[in-house]
């Protein structure tokens, strides 16, 4: 029933596509039930041979690929990685994604509304979510339990990471890209500034808000005018809410606006912390704190504040802004822009609000149509394995780098080349973000040493707050959010910006705020939330 389920829908989705020309083929397919089962035939563990190596089988297989994702990444039979995968387990990836193509969401529809799939299939993992269920993608709990040893292991080990893949019906259907390295942004002061006021670092809330006004009121950049910018926000407004975490306030920014509190799962923005965070907040830019045009001067902020040596503080990522220090060192004097701990909220407590994903949306999962599932769940494993994941992480031994003292450091090709880091690798298929576990070592060694200090005090001091879970959803529950959340969400952004630009007073008009929230369905959502998060972790 579920792969007729699924079918039905592929021909509603074809229909829908103005692109997709043709007729879906009929095939009488099944999709295996209770957690991913494999028949007897394919599971044979025991008797199978124990081949040499990485070596997968005997005889060259070849497996059909869909990937084609962020709108720019396309299969490439050259990639590094998967020409020396290859060689290494005899499994040859031939792509099926057009390379012209530059819409991934509706290559994905096309593809999936064809009815022929082919044998792997890099997507989403909503997609997973919702095509799984109906018979497109086989379950893989099983196939990993009996043949996926080294990302079997990854899972017992990052229970995180497997609760995130298992959908509302229990099952896994992709393995995903798993990041590496918590700290991803951080707060940066002018050290040079607070050297020549004579000021410490600030270490509260408190302390912060007299540095702040120092830099604004004593002519610290030493022009002789008060054109000093104290907070810096290239996000729109965004990072301006964001300062709310002083006052101990989850907020929008960076998915932060969840969060869990004695097993219950809260909102942040209707929150009595919050409350108090915009009194404040709305005080700072009055007094000129924030920068007047935080809403609405945009991502080259940093750029222009730091640039005209008027800007003094900022949250920011730690690679591209500690990079400003050899960009400004000799166009402004004694220029000295460092990261530093997160100021201690209104409550005493030292936190970092932001932190990287646990786990990216994107994977690869087995389609209905594989033939060979044991022999693919194999592939995908490999890249779990020490071996394929050194290879997609670095590249070749040889080529891309070397191994000093049994680590592999990349070769000045790759390091001084004439473009970044990391498009260097991913031009040749290395870090493609698909199902393997990413090294930070590949980025510690051309981060800038500012960058790479900020985010080791961040990790070792553990002021990264965990993060609130990705959580899955039935059907029926995500057609409430998607009728709920988007009035929701507006109303706390545009009555946050009045607060804090002064348009409105939040101790007259919080009330009404809550209000407006609960006729537009907060109670239900919080619900539903919590339901998910139940779930979640009674996977």
């Known amino acids: 029933?579920?792969?007729?389920?699924?079918?039905?829908?592929?021909?509603?989705?074809?229909?829908?596509?103005?692109?997709?020309?043709?007729?879906?083929?009929?095939?009488?397919?099944?999709?295996?039930?209770?957690?991913?089962?494999?028949?007897?035939?394919?599971?044979?563990?025991?008797?199978?041979?124990?081949?040499?190596?990485?070596?997968?089988?005997?005889?060259?297989?070849?497996?059909?690929?869909?990937?084609?994702?962020?709108?720019?990444?396309?299969?490439?039979?050259?990639?590094?990685?998967?020409?020396?995968?290859?060689?290494?387990?005899?499994?040859?990836?031939?792509?099926?994604a057009p390379e012209s193509a530059t819409d991934s969401a509706q290559v994905f529809n096309v593809m999936m509304a064809s009815g022929d799939l082919p044998d792997i299939i890099t997507a989403e993992r909503e997609n997973f979510f919702k095509y799984g269920p109906e018979g497109a993608f086989l379950p893989l709990n099983d196939l990993i339990d009996q043949h996926a040893p080294n990302f079997k292991k990854f899972l017992e080990e990052r229970d995180d990471v497997r609760r995130y893949l298992t959908a509302p019906d229990g099952n896994i259907y992709s393995i995903n890209f798993v990041p590496d390295g918590a700290a991803a942004q951080g707060y940066f002061i002018r050290q040079d500034w607070l050297e020549k006021l004579g000021l410490e670092?600030?270490?509260?809330?408190?302390?912060?808000?007299?540095?702040?006004?120092?830099?604004?009121?004593?002519?610290?950049?030493?022009?002789?005018?008060?054109?000093?910018?104290p907070f810096i926000d290239r996000a729109k407004g965004q990072k301006t809410i964001a300062l709310a975490t002083l006052w101990g306030a989850h907020t929008t920014t960076d998915r932060n606006e969840w969060y869990v509190e004695d097993g219950k799962v809260k909102f942040g923005?209707?929150?009595?912390?919050?409350?108090?965070?915009?009194?404040?907040?709305?005080?700072?830019?009055?007094?000129?704190l924030i920068d007047p045009e935080a809403f609405t001067r945009g991502s080259k902020a940093r750029d222009i504040l730091l640039g005209d040596n008027v800007g003094g503080f900022a949250h920011d990522w730690f690679g591209t802004t500690a990079g400003y220090n050899d960009a400004f060192k000799d166009k402004i004097e004694g220029f000295s822009f460092k990261p530093i701990a997160p100021p201690a909220d209104a409550n005493g407590k030292v936190w970092e609000y932001s932190s990287r994903p646990a786990v990216n949306p994107t994977g690869w999962g087995i389609s209905k149509d594989n033939k060979d599932p044991v022999t693919t769940i194999k592939y995908l494993d490999f890249w779990w394995s020490e071996e394929g994941r050194r290879l997609m992480n670095f590249g070749v031994e040889g080529e891309h780098y070397d191994l000093v003292d049994g680590k592999p450091v990349f070769k000045d090709s790759i390091l001084k080349g004439d473009k970044p880091v990391t498009q260097i690798l991913q031009d040749q298929g290395i870090q493609m973000q698909i199902g393997f576990h990413q090294d930070f070592a590949y980025e510690e060694q051309w981060l800038n040493p500012i960058a790479r200090d900020g985010m080791n005090m961040y990790i070792e001091n553990n002021y990264i707050e965990k993060p609130f879970p990705t959580l899955s959803f039935t059907a029926e529950e995500q057609k409430v959010i998607d009728e709920k959340t988007p009035s929701i969400y507006t109303h706390v952004t545009e009555t946050t910006q009045k607060w804090i630009l002064g348009a409105e007073d939040v101790n007259k008009t919080w009330d009404s705020y809550i209000k407006a929230l609960d006729n537009m369905g907060m109670k239900e959502i919080l619900d539903i939330y919590q339901a998910a998060y139940d779930r979640y972790m009674s996977n």
């Open 201 to 229: 670092e600030p270490k509260t809330v408190d302390e912060l808000y007299t540095v702040l006004k120092a830099f604004r009121e004593k002519d610290p950049n030493g022009n002789g005018k008060k054109d000093e910018i």
């Open 1 to 96: 029933m579920k792969a007729k389920k699924y079918v039905a829908i592929a021909l509603a989705i074809g229909m829908s596509i103005s692109t997709f020309a043709g007729c879906s083929k009929d095939k009488n397919t099944t999709k295996p039930e209770d957690k991913g089962t494999v028949t007897q035939e394919e599971t044979k563990t025991a008797e199978e041979e124990k081949l040499p190596g990485s070596l997968i089988s005997k005889d060259p297989v070849e497996l059909s690929l869909h990937l084609h994702i962020y709108n720019k990444f396309v299969y490439n039979e050259d990639w590094v990685p998967f020409k020396k995968a290859a060689e290494l387990t005899n499994v040859t990836l031939k792509g099926t």
């Open 269 to 288: 923005p209707i929150d009595k912390s919050y409350k108090l965070a915009m009194e404040n907040l709305g005080k700072w830019y009055a007094e000129g």
